[in-house]
């Protein structure tokens, strides 16, 4: 019996640690939900502010015919601290999201440090034991939310036909990829996000960032000069001079091979298969000009495909240091 008391007790005991260790973390159980917090510099570790802060969860762009009709949210947390003429937890002091750390490289003053509040710790101590994950949440300060697309880093420059140049600046700017309502596109993002106009926002690694339409790239085109002609000298076949890929003249999109890509040289259609290649193996592409031709609409599906290739753009965000 004194064995199964004393065993007892030691799992209350422990019990009871694990309730302290665990007392410092705020709880939000649903969207709408909110926590009595204080908020701790991430660079000094000294509390700057308590007050309530508010959960709001995310949710998904909404999608009508392939299309995004309205922006989604990222879950984030709004933070306000008391009115001192209502007592209201009402006076709005910044929106922020979760995440699991302060990159080594970047300004640290833009993140908190979170805990359950505690009137014991007064504004400008230094909080104890705040660097175990299980002691602290991390948090950023963002200033948009609200977005349209999913995007990715993108990396993938080059000088061949359908590649784009890389920029100068790519050693202080990152650049993404994404697809939005016309096609895909490669682009950077302005250095502070904004959420007056969700439709060129998007969503990168948990963050919302703006695209900075003046830094939209372009694909390089191919150049393309006739090659072969008929008996009455009209063009049958075009040849592009850089990368050599040969395309067919076609008298309707219905007639192009499947999987072809469809353009325009004036009143004339061509249509070709092209697969850039790298630049670092010399290869000038994969190309190959249609042999036979196959009625269908599925050649609608090269055109879409030139119209995407034509609109791509490159978006940069500027890095942290």
Known sequence: MKKIIATVLAMVMALALCTTAFADLPLWTNNGSTANVDLFDGQFNTKTATGKMTFNAAVAPTVTDGKVTKEGTVAHYIFATKNPNTEDYDVYQGTYILVNSIPANADASQYVLVKAADENVKVGDKAANQSAASQTLIMKKVTAVNYYY?????????????????????????????????????????????????????????????????????????????????KKGVATEYTCATCKTVAKVINSPVNAPAGSTIERIGNTLIAFTYTPGTASSGNTGSASSPKTFDAGIAMYVGMALTSVAGSAVVIGKKKEF
């Open 150 to 230: 999913t995007a990715t880093e993108f990396t993938a420059w080059g000088d061949l036909c359908g590649q784009y140049k890389k920029p100068s600046n790519t050693d202080t700017v990152t650049y993404f990829s994404y697809t939005d309502n016309d096609g895909a596109k490669i682009a950077a993002a302005k250095a502070v996000a904004e959420n007056t106009v969700p439709s060129v926002n998007v969503l990168f690694n948990g963050e919302v960032l703006t695209i900075d339409t003046a830094t939209y790239q372009t694909a390089k085109q191919h150049s393309w000069a006739a090659s072969a002609w008929d």
